[in-house]
């Protein structure tokens, strides 16, 4: 049985199928610990012609703001079904920053949502999804 389930999740179109599938899951016992998890990639320094550097720490502020929105609104969701998830946000890159949060929790279930992407998107960035697939330390449970 699963009790830790962490729930990445992005501003995609599949958000709302995994809250729905996290929320049956959790009305079968809810005996669970439900995360929330978003991850911000980081923003460097902007070079814009010659010379000029932006500076790119209200663009991270204005990241972070949005994240916490998204967290925020997903756990209004879930409340619904009375669940009261912990929400983290986290900078690095997607997959791996799952992985390691999942490993450093001992999280039993990860379950990610399944964009449809084209065959060249897929081919050229892959897909988050399949990364945490292969390097999850968890079962994985893939949303459409």
């Given at each position: 049985?699963y009790?830790r389930?962490?729930?990445p999740i992005d501003d995609?179109?599949t958000?709302?199928?995994?809250?729905?599938e996290?929320?049956?899951i959790?009305?079968?016992?809810r005996n669970?610990?439900?995360t929330?998890?978003?991850v911000?990639?980081p923003?460097n320094?902007?070079?814009?012609g010659?010379?000029?550097?932006?500076?790119?720490?209200?663009?991270q502020t204005?990241?972070?703001?949005?994240?916490?929105q998204l967290?925020?609104q997903?756990?209004e969701r879930l409340?619904y079904f009375?669940?009261?998830p912990?929400m983290?946000?986290e900078w690095g890159e997607?997959?791996?920053?799952i992985?390691r949060?999942?490993?450093s929790?001992d999280?039993?279930?990860?379950?990610v949502?399944?964009?449809?992407?084209?065959?060249?998107?897929?081919l050229?960035?892959?897909s988050?999804?399949?990364?945490?697939v292969?390097?999850?330390?968890a079962?994985?449970?893939?949303?459409?």
């Open positions: 049985m009790k389930i962490l729930v995609s179109d958000v709302d199928s995994i809250l729905h996290v929320a049956q959790w009305m079968e016992n669970r610990t439900i929330l998890f978003h911000l990639r923003v320094s902007l070079g814009v010659t010379g000029y550097i932006v500076d790119t720490a209200h663009v204005r990241l972070e703001k949005d994240g916490h967290l925020e997903a756990g409340s009375g669940i009261e912990k983290v946000l997607p997959a791996r920053e992985s949060y999942a490993e929790e999280i039993d279930l990860i379950v949502g399944n964009k449809d992407k084209g065959l060249l998107d897929k050229l960035s892959g988050v999804s399949q990364r945490v292969e390097k999850a330390p079962d994985v449970l893939v949303v459409k």
